[in-house]
Nanobody, 123 residues
Framework: HVQLVESGGGSALAGGAVRLSCAASGYTFNTYSWFRQAPGKEREGVAAIDTGDGSTYYLNSVEGRFTISHDNAKNTHYLEMNGLNPEDTAMYYC???????????????????WGKGTQVTVS
């Protein structure tokens, strides 16, 4: 039985930082990702990390500001978000995938498990 527990999020001022965590249990995955969805917009992939070779992917608009990482021992992945701006305001979801590694950006449909989401609001 797979369980995902998200933590972090909340409110931040423009230019500030927030850290998100997603702890997984019950399975070890190949790809760990973060998506976000703002009101009235489609869900978009923000960052991802493949455990096979440690390769990462970032949405262009967050490149250089966000960092994704994964702790194998804890089966937890993180999203460090720096230099936040109001356009980063959204519900953030962790997403995990098993199976083959796919090229990025990956469709949300290619992920097997999702967290419930945590709100990040930047003002």
């Amino acid at each position: 039985h797979v369980q995902l527990v998200e933590s972090g999020g909340g409110s931040a001022l423009a230019g500030g930082a927030v850290r998100l965590s997603c702890a997984a249990s019950g399975y070890t995955f190949n790809t760990y990702s973060w998506f976000r969805q703002a009101p009235g917009k489609e869900r978009e992939g923000v960052a991802a990390i493949d455990t096979g070779d440690g390769s990462t992917y970032y949405l262009n608009s967050v490149e250089g500001r966000f960092t994704i990482s994964h702790d194998n021992a804890k089966n937890t992945h993180y999203l460090e978000m720096n230099g936040l701006n109001p356009e980063d305001t959204a519900m953030y979801y962790c997403a995990l995938a098993i199976g083959e590694y796919l090229p990025y950006p990956r469709s949300p449909d290619t992920y097997n498990y999702w967290g419930k989401g945590t709100q990040v609001t930047v003002s």
